[in-house]
């Protein structure tokens, strides 16, 4: 498990060299406040993103369909695609009246060039024109074929009551003939639309006429974690909602309250987004071109340096990944953590997380973990009957912790 993580981290920091003037990256339906790329199959996406270097590069969209554990599929494109999987991303328009110039790239998904015909775990790549890989973003497409209730709740391992959370979920299947629930049937349980953290290789506890329980105690837990932190810089000239002072240089600086570490942390209510983010601002027309970018600094006080570990700010706006942009440095004389990441204007939810030696991402250590914690989880039902060549997703379902109930 530790060489996988090292080994995607040095997968990470390879697109981190190619993609550093890449900010800004939303797959999302058109719904707003929709932000899990986990939708019907037919549904429009729309990826968009920036160019800093406001130079109008050429870029291509790639789509590759991929199985449950993000392994390339056994299909060739012309079995999952009407039209082409590779194109050229057209929609570009150049930032306005921003400090920071940039690009803005727009395509949706499907279009007219491409079409989608079939369910499943698909990987959307971009190009540049040397065929580089800059980024990589996941999405699923879901047949709406059985019906999937989930419920969450608190741990009932007693070492584990106060931190960690619970899901359980059942799949009704009454037009879908399994036959073999343990080879043909897959799940994977994500927590906050966040591929980091998910649990798999799960079989039903129990089989009834076409339904699967799923009533683990235990291996179906969760770490609680904790609400995120937020900070809104719709305004980019003056201090806003977590934005203690404002300093005009070549960009606008934001200099966020600082967080005061206390390992005996208690959970406090906070509503959030589950680590997401919005673009936008209020002194302009159109968030997308208009929107302008600030280096936000963020400090953790605390009196020694976590040992043998690194800190990170963590959230959606990098799609939950470890880069050098997002690492904090520890000084001593202040004692105090801090770091620089240069985010367009919005609403934005982060948290801390460290890295220890073996690679363990751990996400609890600065900010606790707490059973109380509202999370959103969704379960992806996989189907490949005997003979198949591809895995079909044939359900989804989605629930939250509601420690009333």
């Not at 998904?109 to 971009?126: A, F, M, Q, W």
């Not at 706006?317 to 050098?324: A, L, R, V």
């Amino acid at each position: 498990m530790h060489m996988k993580f090292l080994n995607l981290f040095l997968f990470l920091f390879c697109l981190n060299l190619f993609s550093q003037n890449i900010k800004s990256i939303q797959l999302r339906p058109l719904q707003e406040n929709n932000f899990a790329a986990i939708v019907p199959l037919g549904t429009v996406l729309e990826l968009s993103f920036d160019d800093l270097e406001a130079d109008s590069k050429d870029y291509q969209y790639k789509i590759e369909h991929m199985t449950h554990d993000w392994q390339s599929s056994r299909l060739s494109s012309s079995q999952y695609i009407d039209g082409f999987d590779q194109n050229t991303i057209i929609d570009v328009t150049n930032s306005f009246n921003t400090l920071q110039s940039y690009s803005h790239y727009t395509v949706q998904i499907p279009n007219i060039n491409t079409v989608i015909t079939k369910s499943g775990n698909y990987l959307l790549s971009v190009l540049n024109s040397y065929d580089e890989l800059i980024f990589t973003r996941r999405f699923v497409l879901y047949e709406n074929a059985t019906t999937v209730g989930v419920s969450v709740e608190r741990s009932r391992n007693t070492k584990t009551l106060n931190t960690q959370q619970t899901v359980q979920f059942s799949v009704n299947h009454p037009n879908i003939t399994i036959n073999n629930p343990n080879q043909e049937i897959n799940v994977v349980i994500l927590k906050n639309n966040n591929w980091n953290e998910k649990i798999t290789n799960i079989q039903p506890t129990f089989f009834k006429p076409n339904q699967l329980l799923y009533t683990y105690t235990n291996k179906t837990n969760f770490w609680g974690g904790n609400e995120y932190f937020y900070f809104d810089n719709k305004f980019i000239r003056n201090s806003s909602l977590n934005v203690v002072k404002v300093v005009k240089e070549d960009i606008y600086h934001h200099y966020l309250y600082p967080f005061t570490y206390n390992q005996n942390r208690e959970y406090k209510y906070n509503p959030d987004i589950n680590g997401q983010f919005v673009v936008r601002t209020l002194e302009a027309d159109d968030s997308k071109t208009e929107a302008d970018y600030a280096l936000m600094h963020f400090s953790i006080l605390v009196d020694e340096p976590f040992a043998d570990k690194d800190l990170f700010v963590y959230g959606a706006f990098n799609d939950f990944s470890i880069t050098q942009e997002n690492k904090m440095q520890y000084h001593s004389k202040e004692k105090m953590y801090t770091g620089e990441i240069l985010l367009k204007q919005g609403f934005y939810n982060y948290t801390f997380a460290t890295l220890d030696t073996n690679g363990h991402l751990n996400t609890n250590d600065v900010n606790g973990t707490f059973y109380q914690t509202e999370n959103e989880y969704t379960v992806i039902i996989y189907y490949k009957p005997f003979g198949s060549f591809y895995e079909r997703v044939i359900g989804i379902g989605s629930g939250y912790f509601n420690q009333n109930d």
